[in-house]
């Protein structure tokens, strides 16, 4: 179950010549393979393109009537490997992922494929997490492609041009039998605009075909003295025939007047910001028309060299916009220049940041020490730049900021994860600090407050893999930690088959909320529910028993904080030898709230009795220790004043996003805090028993509330 239906986006992936097709960038890519006769698509989840993938699960009817397959891979390693099918036939295929970390992942597919080439165009759509907003390392796609020679695309975003490159990228790819990264960020993949439509177009050659007509050739498989041969096709025939029909084709762009003292050379997803900030400095309007010199590199490997001295040739200075580091190419345009003895003085990293992310208002800055140094007069209209630092420097904002706390990534309201995290932050008050090895997902918001627990990360499904090292006699364990994502993906054998093994002696969690969460809810092998799409409903628990784990304990109620602590405590003290493996079990809150709503929302039209319910704090009671807060950190659980003039703390309080998980009073109960939480049920639609025994309860409430009002001693002032 995904966070987000694409159902009613899917149908205008059937628009055909003459129509105009609205939308955002991820839905573009996808009527661009249509429109481009792919034969199969693959892919796994992650940000930036997610919602790629999501769109593809959504449209699998209508690739269907095309007879395109579509397969949500295991993997980026698998997806990777799917491109295999084109290796010896006239198959056009394209899978997606997440780089650079997928890129690591999918590395050793991507090497032989890139060595033998390809016959049929393949293409791999790399959503770029980059920036202040990435989840991940930073790091960038184009050494890899420099690497593997695979050609990089990087086109403009606006929706013509991503179509474009969806288009022109199968193309490149049979022309010089190589395979081409596209490469989107996130604002390509969430710009919104249109195109003009195409006509889907069912494959050319099938796979049906290609099973009934199987082909071998050993020239094309990655094993001496074939791969030694690879190398020499790389640069004798497939980059030369890529050179040529990237300037054939025109894939590179040069915008603004034909001469100039100065230019600008620009990656293309970089160009919207280019131009926001050419335009805030008054060389260029809204409409892109620019007063300096601009080139785009829609293709950012390989670099057209002659399109690159023929640009920069008679010009006093060129920036080189190149978000990230190293300077890729800043160097490879230097030694360009270099070699054609033009003297064209090129700046970049020594005035645009060395890494990060290039905003506009970072943008600006470089612009205007590059056209100071270089073009001074061009900057003669500049109009007075926003300016943020009148406000920062109000008092009132300082003071804000001195009060505000900040406030770091953590679980949702309700999230299964916390209470886990909670008991096991009771059972190290008992047992003591233990080393932790933390994991991708979720689960790792558990090394931010209030919990700190965690002390590395090194990969998707490696939370145990990274613990392997302290399999040594100690008196405390190691612990490690991993999702059922994580698990699906790439832990069961290089974490559990591993740990198992080589008879590891530490505790394994596997936080298992059934669903790849952290990359928007899309359904794992271990799913609860019901995909008549997927095989499903498969236990963690057999396949950890599979491969000759013996200590497993499977807890299906994670708000349980009490059998929580008491299976923690077991897994670190007993005296049984191998791994310890605690599968922890609940559904995303999210995606439950996703899938029960409309359910609660339909019964409470149609005039059923819905019963909901809420959790709150009685203030009489609560002492203001806040000791629950420190254990939980929901984001329903917060802080308010009270009146009670014998109490100096505010008392804790329980706000209306509240989803009833009960966490934080299952918290207070095992760490024997307080008695103040409770709960109330809320019912809509109530039956007339329902309605008698509120009537009567209440009648009780008042008389008992009257009678203590009688007994109450007042002081005559």
């Not at 100039?260 to 926001?276: D, H, K, P």
């Not at 293709?299 to 040739?313: K, M, N, Q, S």
């Not at 008549?532 to 057999?542: C, E, F, L, W």
Request: hydrophobic residues 40%; proline residues 6%; neutral net charge.
């Amino acid at each position: 179950m995904a966070e987000r239906s694409f159902a009613r986006e899917v149908e205008d992936l059937k628009l055909g010549d003459g129509d105009v097709f609205r939308g955002e960038g991820i839905l573009a890519i996808t009527k661009a393979l249509l429109q481009s006769g792919v034969a199969y698509v693959g892919g796994y989840q992650g940000s930036p393109i997610s919602h790629l993938m999501d769109v593809l699960s959504d449209a699998r009817d209508v690739m269907e009537d095309l007879g395109v397959h579509f397969e949500t891979s295991a993997s980026e390693a698998a997806a990777a490997a799917m491109l295999s099918a084109s290796v010896m036939y006239p198959l056009r295929g394209a899978v997606t992922w997440k780089s650079t970390a997928g890129t690591n992942v999918a590395a050793d597919a991507l090497s032989n494929l890139a060595s033998g080439g390809v016959t049929g165009g393949t293409l791999i759509i790399i959503g770029e997490d980059y920036g202040e907003g990435s989840s991940i390392m930073q790091e960038r796609s184009h050494a890899y492609a420099m690497k593997s020679q695979i050609w990089l695309l990087d086109p403009r975003p606006n929706l013509p041009s991503i179509v474009q490159a969806v288009e022109a990228g199968f193309e490149l790819s049979e022309a010089s039998s190589t395979p081409v990264m596209l490469q989107v960020r996130i604002r390509t993949c969430h710009v919104h605009g249109q195109f003009n439509a195409k006509d889907n177009q069912r494959p050319a050659f099938t796979l049906k075909q290609a099973m009934e007509n199987p082909v071998r050739d050993t020239s094309r498989i990655v094993l001496p003295p074939a791969s030694f041969l690879h190398e020499k096709d790389k640069i004798e025939r497939r980059w030369p025939a890529a050179v040529e029909f990237i300037k054939d084709r025109r894939l590179n762009e040069t915008f603004g007047p034909a001469g100039g003292e100065v230019g600008i050379v620009v990656l293309g997803g970089l160009y919207n910001s280019l131009m926001r900030s050419l335009q805030l400095l008054g060389l260029a309007d809204v409409y892109g028309r620019s007063l300096v010199p601009v080139h785009v590199l829609n293709v950012a490997y390989p670099l057209i060299d002659d399109e690159l001295a023929d640009f920069c040739a008679g010009k006093r200075a060129v920036l080189m916009v190149e978000e990230g580091s190293p300077d890729y190419i800043e160097q490879s345009l230097n030694a360009i220049l270099k070699r054609r003895d033009i003297q064209t003085r090129v700046a970049g990293k020594d005035v645009l940041l060395m890494g990060g992310e290039y905003t506009a208002p970072v943008l600006m800055k470089g612009l205007s020490a590059f056209l100071e140094a270089h073009a001074p007069a061009l900057l003669g209209n500049r109009p007075p730049p926003p300016d943020a630092a009148p406000v920062l420097a109000d008092p009132r904002v300082k003071a804000l900021a001195e009060v505000v706390p900040a406030r770091p990534a953590g679980f949702c309201t309700g999230c299964p994860e916390r209470p886990i995290f909670a008991a096991l932050k009771l059972t190290e008050k008992e047992l003591g600090q233990h080393h932790v090895s933390a994991d991708i997902g979720c689960h790792l918001f558990s090394i931010l407050p209030p919990f700190n627990i965690g002390a590395t990360t090194m990969g998707y499904g490696l939370g145990p893999a990274s613990a392997s090292a302290f399999n040594v006699k100690a008196d405390k364990r190691a612990i490690s930690v991993m999702g059922d994502g994580g698990f699906w993906h790439n832990g069961l054998a290089s974490s559990i088959g591993n740990a198992v093994f080589n008879k590891h002696d530490g505790v394994i969690l596997i936080v298992d909320n059934y669903y790849s969460a952290a990359t928007g809810g899309q359904d794992i092998p271990s799913s609860r529910a019901d995909n008549p799409r997927r095989q499903t409903n498969n236990p963690i628990t057999d396949a950890i028993r599979g491969v000759g784990a013996k200590w497993v304990r499977q807890i299906d109620r994670t708000y349980d904080v009490a059998r929580l602590r008491d299976t923690f405590r077991e897994a670190l003290t007993t005296s049984e030898p191998g791994p310890k493996i605690i599968v922890a079990s609940s559904e995303c809150m999210l995606n439950k709230q996703r899938r029960i709503r409309p359910l609660l929302a339909k019964a409470v039209k149609e005039g059923r009795r819905v019963v909901r319910q809420r959790f709150g704090v009685d203030e009489d009671v609560c002492t203001g220790d806040h000791a629950c807060i420190r254990l939980s950190g929901c984001p329903s659980l917060s802080v308010k004043h009270t009146d009670d003039p014998l109490k100096d703390d505010p008392v804790a309080a329980i706000d209306q996003s509240c989803v009833g998980c009960g966490n934080c009073g299952e918290v207070s109960e095992a760490a024997i805090l307080c008695p103040s939480f409770y709960r109330a049920d809320i019912i809509q639609n109530p039956s007339r028993a329902d309605r008698l025994l509120a009537r009567l309860r209440g009648a009780v409430i008042g008389w008992l509330q009257r009678r203590r009002e009688s007994r109450r001693i007042v002081f005559a002032e």
